[in-house]
């Protein structure tokens, strides 16, 4: 229930299912406490903190499942430094927490310790590695970007499209052009960032070359978003002309 109500968007109804469950003495698990949790994402931090106390009174203070989803839940409440406390108090760490903590200080635009965090950490995912490249392509730094997605063991299609934006919002064209052509797999995130790179930086019969590409590729078919592009490239050529 605590799934199906959680897949529903229904926290308030989740945070109820669990007051009435401790009301009937039903311990709760593992399991179903990053459930209750991630209910009090978007919500007050009293609510979220509330849970926090249920989980130490019933023994979870150690279990690494419930410490990350408790980061994320003061992430998302805006209590960095609760998050930050909640990080450091954790005695076994995993890699959804270390990832949990490293887009904390992400959020905050605290790059250099997110980098020192992220040298720490001993295992890595392509979740971890996704995480960290965003936040130096979100500041900027390319070069950077560069350096770590070379270090990258497995590069999904997010890994792509991170380093594709990156460049397009810095306005490196010929970079996300030789991207686009290296990427091993392309998703309509794919074409519309490197349509909307175009269109950014006001390359409008780009927009309108790489759209009549799209369409010749059979990858994806157009969305709205690539729909708006391409008729407000076709808006400001008609204007220039």
Same mark, same amino acid.
């Not at 970079?175 to 309509?188: D, L, S, T, V, Y």
């Given at each position: 229930m605590f799934k199906g109500y959680n897949g529903a968007g229904l926290r308030r109804?989740? +945070?109820?299912?669990? $007051? %009435?469950? %401790?009301?009937?003495?039903? %311990?709760?698990?593992? !399991?179903?406490?990053?459930?209750?949790? @991630?209910?009090?994402?978007?919500? $007050?931090?009293?609510?979220?903190?509330?849970?926090? $106390?249920?989980? +130490? @009174?019933?023994?979870? @203070?150690?279990? !690494?499942?419930v410490g990350s989803a408790l980061i994320d839940m003061y992430l998302s409440t805006g209590a960095v430094?609760?998050?930050?406390?909640?990080?450091?108090?954790?005695?076994?760490?995993?890699?959804?927490?270390?990832?949990?903590i490293i887009t904390t !200080?992400?959020? *905050?635009?605290?790059v250099h310790t997110a980098r020192k965090l992220f040298d720490q950490t001993v295992e890595r995912d392509v979740i971890l590695w996704n995480t960290i490249i965003s936040g130096y392509t979100r500041c900027g730094d390319m070069a950077?970007?560069?350096e770590?997605?070379?270090?990258?063991? !497995?590069?999904?299609? *997010?890994?792509?499209?991170? *380093? +594709?934006?990156?460049?397009?919002n810095v306005g490196d064209l010929e970079? $996300?052009?030789? *991207?686009?052509?290296?990427?091993?797999? %392309?998703?309509?995130f794919s074409w519309n960032e490197f349509l909307g790179g175009y269109a950014h930086h006001a390359n409008y019969y780009k927009v309108l070359d790489a759209f009549n590409q799209m369409l010749g590729s059979h990858d994806v078919k157009p969305n709205d978003a690539t729909l708006v592009t391409v008729l407000l490239a076709c808006s400001k050529l008609g204007a220039l002309n």
């Open positions: 109804e989740t +945070l109820a299912l669990f $007051c %009435r469950m %401790r009301g009937n003495n039903v %311990r709760p698990n593992q !399991y179903m406490f990053p459930l209750v949790i @991630k209910s009090c994402n978007a919500m $007050c931090v009293a609510e979220g903190e509330e849970v926090h $106390c249920v989980t +130490l @009174k019933s023994g979870f @203070k150690e279990n !690494y499942f430094e609760s998050a930050q406390k909640m990080f450091a108090s954790m005695p076994v760490k995993n890699v959804v927490a270390w990832t949990a !200080y992400l959020s *905050i635009g605290d950077t970007t560069m770590l997605f070379a270090l990258v063991p !497995y590069r999904d299609t *997010i890994a792509w499209n991170t *380093i +594709l934006l990156g460049h397009a970079a $996300c052009e030789r *991207i686009f052509k290296e990427m091993p797999e %392309r998703n309509m």
